[in-house]
């Protein structure tokens, strides 16, 4: 299943009626071949709005095309009630953009004015509370506002991707991990829908499957896809069952949604009843754009589906788990650079992450679980984990969570995955950001956040700051340069 939006953006010229219509109709077609040039699909509403008839007239040719996201560009100072009405009116993220003057030749009978009307644009906006997005310089020429439009696009691609997105959880949250709580309340502001069921439900539907034809052509795919890797074969028939199972379950429940993401859990009884650990279900999911975070993570996974939709790549979920021994750090100095031991920590979790973001991923068994569960026979029940070291690069830490009091809280941070070996076991690797102690006491303790971070590769704060915006998210933490101090942080620190 295609879990993430696909987005038709449209574009509406407006004008004001003092200033030329064929204006805002040149910069606007200015635009389109801008967008053309740059292989950026864009459709063009030939309707300028000047009035309120015309912005009812755009927003049929709209929906007419399809589109479900909307650039509204000022090509002179702009109608500030009839743009803002079609802002209000049409469903689903809306920017606004304005043109800057192109000419000393032509300041007089061509100038637009819309550095101004971008302000009373603004100001309308608020007054009808509507959440557009405007870039940080919004007026620009037909290439600058054509690149503004293509950083939209995953803004658009997040905000449609939530307010048509269910979560559909199993089993309660384990009572060691209460922190991993889902407040469900600020989850219906944002438009997501829950859905929570019992293990059993999902124990019954697994033991129904077990005959099916799907599954054994599941194994073979697992096979084939872990190659030398697969060292539990034995384990890849209850691993095959356990995903034909939840991809059904999406299928039937997705409801009046569009797009799905799980949060399971998968401890401890999960091993002793289904005869596994799911993790390797869960990455090849994941893999696939649809989210399943681990111990009932329902913010967790809706974390990950923001970044799926902010990159249209796979994320993953991992514990902010231990530190860096100081014998690591020296013996791998070149590589760390200028970071320190405490810029350092080891992301980990037990084998959810997706294949294409490990190095040489091999099938293994849980070792907390086997200690536990098997300690004096050959590991069983606790096989299904997908292992390796974490693909080095540039990366972006983030979550979205409601505290106690349903207050929506975020962190971003970016970040780099190292490529070195972490020598011990699970989906695991080296991260360095930038003054980490810092960003780890004064926002991920101070504020109370979970122990789980979705990672995403690459540095993508930009899109996810500017969507959590369009979202309503005030909160919006991110570590902080040496020099600048968060608030909680104590000013005599280094007197």
């Not at 690149?147 to 995953?154: G, K, Q």
């Not at 589906?305 to 791998?332: F, G, K």
Request: overall charge negative; hydrophobic content about 40%.
């Amino acid at each position: 299943m295609k879990n993430i939006p696909q987005i038709k953006a449209g574009i509406v010229a407006v004008s004001r009626d003092c200033f030329p219509i064929t204006l805002s109709e040149k910069r606007r077609q200015a635009v389109m071949t801008a967008a053309e040039k740059s292989g950026l699909p864009l459709t063009e509403i030939k309707t300028t709005v000047e009035n309120e008839s015309h912005a009812m007239k755009a927003l049929d040719e709209l929906r007419a095309a399809g589109c479900n996201a909307l650039v509204i560009y000022l090509g002179n100072f702009g109608p500030e009630g009839p743009e803002t009405m079609l802002a209000q009116k049409f469903c689903g993220p809306v920017m606004f953009v304005g043109a800057s003057e192109e000419s000393t030749a032509d300041l007089i009978q061509g100038r637009g004015d819309a550095y101004c009307g971008m302000l009373n644009a603004s100001y309308n906006l608020g007054l009808r509370g509507v959440n557009a997005y405007i870039p940080e310089y919004p007026i620009g020429n037909a290439m600058e506002i054509t690149a503004m439009i293509e950083e939209f696009i995953p803004i658009a691609r997040v905000v449609i991707g939530l307010r048509n997105l269910k979560i559909i959880g199993f089993g309660p949250r384990p009572f060691d991990f209460v922190a991993c709580n889902a407040p469900i309340k600020p989850l219906y502001d944002l438009g997501v829908e829950v859905q929570e069921n019992s293990e059993l439900d999902l124990f019954a539907s697994y033991n129904a499957l077990a005959n099916d034809p799907r599954v054994q052509k599941v194994a073979a795919e697992m096979a084939e896809e872990l190659g030398s890797g697969n060292k539990q074969a034995g384990i890849l028939p209850r691993l095959a069952q356990l995903e034909v199972t939840l991809t059904d379950w999406a299928e039937k429940n997705i409801g009046a949604s569009s797009y799905v993401a799980f949060a399971n859990k998968c401890w401890p009884a999960f091993q002793t009843q289904f005869g596994m650990v799911p993790c390797y279900v869960n990455s090849r999911l994941t893999g696939r754009g649809i989210p399943v975070a681990c111990e009932t993570d329902i913010y967790g996974a809706l974390s990950e589906y923001i970044i799926t939709c902010a990159t249209e790549l796979p994320p993953t979920l991992l514990d902010i788990n231990n530190t860096v021994p100081d014998d690591m750090y020296l013996a791998n100095q070149t590589l760390f650079g200028q970071y320190l031991t405490s810029d350092l920590f080891m992301g980990f979790h037990c084998g959810n992450t997706p294949i294409k973001l490990l190095k040489n991923p091999e099938m293994k068994h849980q070792l907390i679980m086997k200690r536990l569960l098997e300690p004096d026979t050959d590991p069983d029940i606790t096989r299904g984990t997908l292992e390796g070291a974490l693909i080095s690069g540039e990366l972006t830490l983030f979550r979205l969570q409601s505290t106690a009091d349903c207050t929506l809280r975020s962190y971003i941070a970016h970040g780099e995955s190292i490529d070195i070996d972490p020598q011990t076991f699970g989906s695991v690797g080296v991260i360095a950001v930038p003054q980490m102690a810092r960003f780890y006491r004064h926002v991920l303790v101070a504020k109370r956040f979970p122990h789980h971070a979705a990672v995403g590769y690459g540095h993508i704060g930009k899109i996810l700051f500017a969507a959590l915006k369009m979202l309503g998210v005030c909160d919006v933490s991110y570590n902080q340069p040496l020099g600048k101090l968060y608030p909680t942080e104590n000013p005599f620190n280094n007197a």
